[in-house]
């Protein structure tokens, strides 16, 4: 496992030398997004904003963003669950020639092969820190913001120092939370054994489900 600091725009090379359960400190420029952005500029067909057209950093976050006199302040950056995007992973990374999407837990396979092809991996938060991350950022801007709203609007952010995060999804196909769930399962095997168990015990369900009667 290594530790990479890292500045935008990210080149490809230093990419694909990155491998699962690597530590990821961010500097420089990123763009943020929600379902609403991917939705606008996939499935709706709308630009894709000017802003964002040269960023290879993507987070998949909706900050709280106060709007005063002097400019925007961050108030509150905390990545959400990136594999609610898995339908547009893949067109995200080719289109917008991303190299690295930060965000909470993992995405699916047509993302990962992408990834592969491209040279772009995705992180996750290595800890729970969001008021840290706010001294971490500086709002250059924000796009949409009428259209989508503050949450869903791309934001243009300046980041320094950004992180930790943990590498979970490489270009060579590698998946951290894969790793971890087949670690779980021969855990679970073993306290079975302790515990004396049956391999096939099911939890019972809280809730039964009724019938419907034709």
Known sequence: MATWHLQTPLE????????????????????????????????????????????????????????EESGYRLISFMPTSSLRFEKWGALSIDEWNLRMIVGKTTMGSETSNMMMMKGCVHVSPQSVSPNLWVDSIKIAGVALKD????????????????????????????????????QVEKNKEKAFLILGIDKDFKPTKLYGTKKIQD
């Open 12 to 67: 490809e090379e230093t990419i694909r030398k990155l491998v699962i359960g690597d530590i990821v400190y961010l500097t420089g420029k990123a763009f943020t997004s929600r379902s609403r952005l991917q939705r606008w500029v996939f499935d709706e067909k709308h630009e894709f904003p000017t802003q964002m057209a040269d960023l290879d950093l993507l987070i998949h976050v909706g900050p709280i963003v106060l709007e």
């Open 147 to 182: 259209e989508l709203g503050s949450i869903e609007a791309p934001w243009l952010l300046e980041c320094t120092n950004l992180g930790p995060f943990v590498v979970d999804m490489d270009t060579k196909g590698n998946n951290l939370f894969d790793q971890i769930d087949i």
